[in-house]
């Protein structure tokens, strides 16, 4: 019995219908990338980040907080003020501003959040199979870290605001439609900036559009999901069970965002280099060949040096799709 032939039948149809052929493709495409390797690099960039913004966060709470009741009791009221670990010490007024704690924790959200640039930018070079010698050097990769840095959190930082808004349901169904639609929109530009400042320059903008929609969709969807998580999960949990809520839910969440970014941009390579249909049991198609050969010449690290590689098999297959 050929345990292969419903593979080698599903092969066949996604060859020839492109709305299966084309997310499979892009599936391949994350696969021969090892994209999921990348994303965790973001993630564990983006989970050491968050610590240092928390202390940031309850540092400065305790500059606002102090002799100010009315805002005192906001807090108290809010998710927040259930949050576990800084919950309590907000439930007892224990919070107290100090300067050594926020330059810490500014000079700890700046190391961790280049991390996360730094990552990301070689996770778009991986996927745009940008040859390591035209990658940004040591210096410029920073600087260009910096400036999105600065750029994406306070772009992030009123994405979340509104998202915020929006779960929490101030306001009549119109006022959350619209806030919702705001959302998107500023989703949408979040990603524009992430895609342009991130990836090689040689891209062109309108190549990028397929993944900036496609990952504003998801990451609106994302924050919703966490919004509510943190709402309902993370504040109604115990000091010690929320604090497990809270690492195994960012982890979760950052894994999850670096995947959402990294499909999107795959998407946009196989839309724009045309790299479907992919053979799913072998490199048999014309896409497939030109994936590879990309693939490889990611490897040329000095000025003249080119790689090329050769198929030892039958000519490679163009598919049903016009080449």
């Keep these: 019995m050929d345990l292969l032939r419903p593979v080698r039948a599903f092969d066949r149809l996604q060859r020839r219908v492109p709305v299966l052929g084309f997310p499979l493709a892009v599936v391949k495409k994350f696969s021969d990338d090892k994209a999921g390797h990348l994303a965790a690099l973001i993630a564990y960039y983006g989970f050491f980040s968050i610590f240092p913004l928390l202390l940031v966060l309850v540092t400065v709470l305790g ?8 805002w005192y009791d906001r807090i108290v009221d809010s998710a927040l003020g259930q949050f576990p670990v800084i919950g309590d010490d907000i439930q007892i007024g224990a919070l107290r501003g100090d300067t050594t704690a ?6 700890g959200a700046l190391w961790a959040g280049l991390g996360v640039t730094v990552a990301a930018q070689r996770a778009m070079d991986e996927v745009w199979d940008v040859p390591n010698r035209q990658r940004r050097d040591f210096f410029m990769a920073r600087l260009r870290g910096l400036l ?4 994406l959190g306070a772009l992030n930082l009123a994405i979340t605001i509104a998202v915020g808004l929006i779960v929490g349901g101030l306001g009549s169904f119109g006022v959350r439609a619209s806030g919702l639609g705001l959302t998107l929109l500023l989703d949408v530009f979040l990603f524009w900036a992430v895609f342009r400042l991130l990836t090689a320059r040689e891209v062109p903008t309108s190549d990028l559009w397929m993944g900036i929609a496609l990952a504003a969709i998801g990451w609106a969807a994302l924050q919703t999901i966490g919004t509510i998580y943190v709402d309902r999960v993370v504040s109604r949990a115990s000091a010690t069970y929320g604090l497990f809520a809270i690492v195994i839910g960012l982890l979760s969440w950052l894994y999850i965002g670096g995947q959402i970014l990294l499909y999107a941009a795959e998407a946009n390579v196989v839309r724009v280099r045309r790299l479907w249909p992919r053979g799913l049991l072998d490199p048999s198609t014309v896409a497939d060949v030109q994936a590879l050969r990309s693939l490889a010449r990611v490897e040329e690290r000095k000025d003249g040096q080119r790689i090329e590689i050769e198929f030892e098999q039958k000519e490679p297959k163009a598919g049903t799709r016009d080449d």
């Design 63 to 70: 500059y606002v907080l102090a002799g100010n009741e009315a």
């Design 102 to 107: 926020l330059i810490i924790g500014i000079a």
């Design 148 to 151: 999105v840095l600065v750029t």
